[in-house]
């Protein structure tokens, strides 16, 4: 695959991810859990159809070599996946949308915790920087009531981190074998905790199809694209492409359904853009560099 290729890839699995938010606000009745359930079912037949035929017909196989590491990291996935459905359902997608994106942040203190990874020097000032943004949105959404939404929204994050610091402790370079358990777990766990705060799993058409419509599409086919260009584009440019997702999350509610933050939002989710910019910009210099 041509550099080119990869980062188109890459773009449009942002362009995807970006219209989450927008799915979910389509959906009336259905509680975060029972989404969880069925959006993870859908994912399910798309992912193990292109493993299997990246695997040659042995999608078990693959599964398997994933091993210990891709069980803690589908494990992690379930805690992005349920937190990003909760807290794009209690606040606004801006709010939800920039406090996801903390999740490279949240990822190089944990793989310097668990892993002991060397966290670079403007890394660390970037996370600093990062955190004035996060305190300038948390602090105006208690004032609104979104205390929920914010507090999934950064669970989330550290959801997604788990499951890139899991990817990095066996070093697996497939990610999808471990998105794959991750809708497996996500369908297990949904339903357990659906059945435990009495959220219906039978829900409206109308409901079952936004759900479908985002396993099938936004989740597994951005996942899938992004794995696929991954292998030729830098981590260091992965995560800037990828924010194409943070910056249009918040442009399609508008766009579609009106739908506007707060100025302290905004002032803070753009503290944390420039921090995640820079980092970002920074280590893609550093490689050109080396």
């Known amino acids: 695959m041509r550099y080119a290729t990869g980062m188109g890839f890459v773009l449009i699995a942002g362009v995807l991810w970006s219209f989450q938010g927008l799915m979910i606000r389509q959906i009336d009745g259905?509680?975060?859990?029972?989404?969880?359930?069925?959006?993870?079912?859908?994912?399910?037949?798309?992912?193990?159809?292109?493993?299997?035929?990246?695997?040659?017909?042995?999608p078990l196989a693959a599964i398997r070599k994933s091993g210990l590491a891709g069980m803690l990291g589908g494990f992690g996935l379930v805690v992005a996946m349920a937190g990003s459905?909760?807290?794009?359902?209690?606040?606004?997608?801006a709010n939800a949308a920039f406090l996801l994106a903390a999740a490279p942040f949240v990822t190089a203190v944990l793989g310097r915790v668990i892993l002991g990874e060397i966290v670079a020097p403007r890394t660390w000032g970037a996370i600093a920087l990062a955190l004035v943004g996060i305190f300038i949105m948390v602090r105006e959404g208690l004032a609104a009531g979104a205390l929920l939404g914010n507090m999934a929204a950064l669970t989330a994050a550290v959801g997604f981190a788990l499951f890139s610091v899991a990817l990095r402790w066996r070093q697996i370079e497939d990610s999808l074998p471990t998105v794959l358990l991750g809708a497996v777990f996500g369908v297990v766990v949904g339903a357990v905790v659906a059945a435990q705060l009495?959220?219906?799993?039978?829900?409206?058409?109308?409901?079952?199809?936004?759900?479908?419509?985002?396993g099938i599409g936004t989740m597994s086919g951005g996942m899938i694209l992004y794995t696929l260009g991954s292998r030729v584009v830098p981590s260091a440019e992965l995560a800037l492409l990828s924010n194409t997702e943070v910056l249009l999350a918040p442009f399609w509610v508008w766009l579609v359904i009106h739908e506007t933050a707060s100025t302290g939002t905004f002032v803070g989710g753009a503290v944390l853009m420039v921090a995640i910019l820079y980092n970002a910009l920074s280590g893609a210099r550093r490689m050109a560099l080396a």
């Open 198 to 214: 009495g959220q219906p799993l039978a829900i409206s058409a109308p409901d079952l199809t936004w759900c479908i419509l985002m």
């Open 85 to 93: 459905i909760l807290s794009f359902q209690t606040t606004t997608i």
């Open 30 to 58: 259905a509680g975060a859990w029972t989404v969880l359930v069925w959006r993870s079912l859908a994912m399910l037949p798309v992912l193990l159809a292109f493993i299997a035929w990246r695997s040659g017909g042995k």
